[in-house]
């Protein structure tokens, strides 16, 4: 039986002549830079993060001449990740804030996640009710803290928090008639239910700037809700709320899953308010894990440490990513 | 079959240039002693890398135009980093030996880099001569396992005198210009300095503790306690030691004094330098660099502004310092006799090394240049040097710990914070420093 295989240059000829050629010819011209740039700027740095991440490497010895792997820098195996369930008093300092780091990034993540579905959720159902153009001013207001850079966001929430000159201490001296200076990021013994008062800091600066985010994206998905649907449910006798509660969130489900994962997603992965606004304090309350791989990379040169918690900070978002696609998968789609 | 090899040694040549594209030190420079002679006249062109500081290049480059007027067969071409980009550049352009010919080094890391630098030669200076020369704290950082691998520029201090708000304190009926001959009329004076309101600090009379501040002024109580904390072979640390507890139960007196609460000044929070430019501090410790950085924008508390010497637990007013910044020369380099010959006409030479002390304002790290004419010179350029240089001679290098930053951000600092804000006991703080410090030599 004769071959149907083309090989070599007609298969070439074939792939990339004619009009389907020409095609892939454009596709490949304009994917390729980009692919490229994920390639080197992407794919490269996250497969050296997995390799460094079982290398006791530190750029200040010095290794083999293959990538600087070895001799100084000698290949541990697991024994970094062996060495995060060190659990001991006596575990060495950099596990210990690694326990810390993970405790405040689990900690961060699951208030701010349904504090952000809780706040942009009936915000953006209020300004999709609004009428002509307030709804564009609203709009407008809410997302313009996205645009904000971080660091501006979180020198703004210093002066605002700020014990002696802060506006909130002044409003509070103001209303008790009795000078406060609370410490709202420095006090490692403000506590609210057990959660450091820095972090709820950092949390409101947080949402401040993150809001706009979710508004925008739920305003979308509330819009592309059919007005028959609800009309549907109003010619049934549903009330107002029973036609949210029952028509409206169910159809939200798959942007409420989306919006869940993005803010999961880069609520992990904050560094510059925690960098910015506690520097970790006090006493680590606030060491998000962010920080901590920064500071064991670059500060301490740890690489293959940093490296190794990167490997978990990854795991660990991947992980509860999948596990919220589970619970929030839609069953059906309109 | 062909095709699949073919596609197989195509990978493998891939995989080779990635691998000599990515390798550190494959290149071969010569190591550690590739360093070569250039002939006394031969044409030499020396690289030079400095961290980015208007007053120090500007003062380098100064200077590197007259060493090049005299030597014109040498050209001397600079670099400059920002601070954090200059030591991320330090630490992987020295193992790949892709380093300039003369590096700027802050003394205290110069021995974590000794491996790809170059030894002094001993026609530029023995160890012995350059010890004498030079203030032990300052060449203490240049000096690794017995042998001299630069030197320094400047003496960098943080503790031994404080500044002192004159306009408050003359407010307030504090004559406190001649200094305090104990620790008790200090805390006096500190405590008149601090205003309150409602039972809140406002204005603190003294603070302390900031990171550096805190940290500095706890291992300087313990040698002026007649202890130490460093073993004589830098290979251990004792911390828990009565003197560490006598330096803390100082520092807490202060804190029980009312003189101020280390919850609302501290390291993130009134850091000392504001806190004093902005009046909410009468007195804080920090090293003279501080007031030409504010003096801009400040010019009331600058000009109101005097250093004063604290007291002393013993009677000798010893301390920890750094090792400030310096010259050192790359093992690679192909010029190391010309680069030498640079490095000393910038550091050895008493009236070059004045000029960059008085273009940069920093105390001298030369003993000749902390006494006489000298000494009365840059006092007359920088009057807040006065009350520094009667100390400088008691300096005690800090050590060549195996990470400095990590024993005084991450160990020593959060723990003697937590203690003075009630967080941690001084037994449990003590106990857990000298454990910690010691994890670092792992």
């Given amino acids: ?334 | 079959m062909t095709r699949r090899l073919t596609r197989w040694q195509a990978f493998g040549v891939a995989l080779l240039m990635l691998g000599s594209a990515c390798t550190f030190g494959a290149e071969d420079t010569g190591g550690p002693d590739g360093g070569g002679t250039a002939a006394p006249d031969e044409p030499v062109t020396l690289r030079i890398w400095t961290h980015q500081n208007k007053s120090f290049n500007q003062g380098l480059k100064d200077l590197a135009a007259e060493y090049e007027a005299a030597n014109p067969n040498v050209t001397l071409e600079f670099d400059t980093f920002d601070y954090d980009s200059y030591i991320q550049t330090l630490q992987t352009a020295l193992p790949a030996g892709t380093e300039a010919d003369i590096l700027q080094m802050f003394g205290t890391w110069t021995c974590s880099y000794a491996d790809n630098l170059s030894p002094v030669p001993a026609d530029i200076s023995s160890l012995a001569d350059a010890q004498s020369a030079f203030f032990e704290a300052p060449i203490g950082g240049y000096t690794c396992d017995d042998a001299l691998y630069g030197f320094p520029q400047e003496f960098n201090i943080e503790y031994g005198a404080t500044l002192l708000n004159t306009a408050t304190a003359d407010a307030a009926g504090v004559d406190a210009s001649a200094g305090w001959a104990s620790w008790d009329e200090f805390m006096a004076d500190a405590k008149t300095l601090t205003e309150t309101r409602d039972g809140v600090i406002t204005r603190t009379g003294y603070h302390f503790t900031s990171a550096d501040a805190l940290v500095y002024s706890f291992f300087s109580l313990i040698l002026q306690g007649g202890g130490q904390f460093l073993a004589d072979d830098g290979a251990s640390f004792t911390i828990d030691t009565p003197e560490a507890r006598e330096a803390i139960a100082l520092m807490q007196s202060m804190v029980d004094e009312g003189i101020i609460d280390p919850e609302l000044f501290n390291d993130t929070a009134n850091w000392v330098g504001d806190c004093y430019f902005e009046e909410a501090c009468a007195m804080g410790l920090v090293g003279p660099w501080v007031v030409p950085e504010y003096s801009t924008d400040f010019p009331e508390v600058a000009a109101a502004t005097e250093y004063v010497a604290l007291p002393t637990l013993s009677g000798t007013p010893d301390f920890v310092a750094d090792s400030g910044w310096g010259l050192t020369v790359s093992a690679n380099s192909p010029a190391q006799n010309v680069a030498w010959d640079f490095v000393r006409f910038m550091t050895l030479d008493p009236v070059n090394a004045a000029a960059w002390n008085t273009a940069t304002g920093t105390l001298p790290a030369l003993k000749t240049n902390g006494e006489g004419t000298a000494q009365q010179e840059l006092i007359a350029d920088y009057p807040h040097f006065e009350a520094w240089f009667p100390i400088l001679e008691h300096g005690q290098y800090v050590g060549n710990l195996p990470d400095r930053d990590l024993l005084w951000y991450e160990i020593a600092y959060p723990h003697l914070l937590s203690v003075l804000q009630g967080g941690e006991s001084v037994e449990d703080a003590l106990a857990a420093m000298e454990s910690e410090a010691n994890d670092t030599f792992r």
């Fill in chain 1, 1 to 334: 039986m004769a071959s149907a295989t083309i090989e070599g240059p007609e298969r070439k000829h074939r792939f990339f002549g004619g009009r389907q050629g020409a095609q892939r010819r454009f596709v490949a011209a304009v994917l390729s830079p980009a692919l490229a740039y994920m390639a080197v700027f992407l794919l490269l740095p996250i497969g050296w993060a997995f390799v460094l991440a079982f290398f006791d490497f530190s750029p200040r010895r010095t290794g083999s001449p293959f990538l600087g792997l070895g001799l100084d820098n000698p290949f541990v195996g697991l024994e970094h990740f062996t060495r995060m369930f060190d659990f001991s008093k006596t575990a060495p300092l950099e596990v210990r804030q690694f326990h810390t780091a993970l405790k405040v990034t689990l900690l961060f993540a699951f208030i701010v996640v349904p504090l952000n579905l809780a706040i942009t959720l009936p915000l953006a159902a209020m300004v999709e009710s609004v009428r002509g153009r307030w709804k564009v001013l609203y709009r407008t207001v809410f997302f313009l803290p996205v645009l904000t850079s971080a660091v501006g966001v979180a020198i703004i929430w210093l002066f605002v928090l700020h014990p002696q000159r802060g506006l909130l201490n002044g409003v509070i001296s103001r209303v008790t008639g009795r000078f406060t200076a609370t410490a709202w990021t420095t006090d490692p013994d403000l506590l609210f239910l057990g959660v450091p008062i820095a972090l709820f800091a950092i949390i409101v600066a947080y949402l401040w700037q993150d809001i706009g985010f979710n508004l925008v994206i739920f305003i979308a998905a509330l819009q592309a809700i059919p007005d028959s649907v609800k009309d549907a449910a109003r010619v049934d006798g549903a009330s107002a709320w029973q036609t949210f509660r029952y028509i409206t969130l169910p159809l939200l489900k798959p942007t409420i899953l989306l919006a869940s994962v993005l803010t999961m997603i880069s609520a992990f992965q904050v560094f510059d308010l925690f960098q910015v606004m506690t520097m970790g304090g006090p006493g680590d309350q606030t060491r998000a894990l962010s920080l901590d791989i920064y500071e064991s990379a670059f500060r301490y040169q740890r690489m293959g440490w940093a490296a190794a918690v990167s490997v978990v900070l990854f795991l660990l978002v991947f992980t509860i990513s999948i596990v919220q696609s589970r619970f929030l998968r839609p069953n059906w789609e309109y």
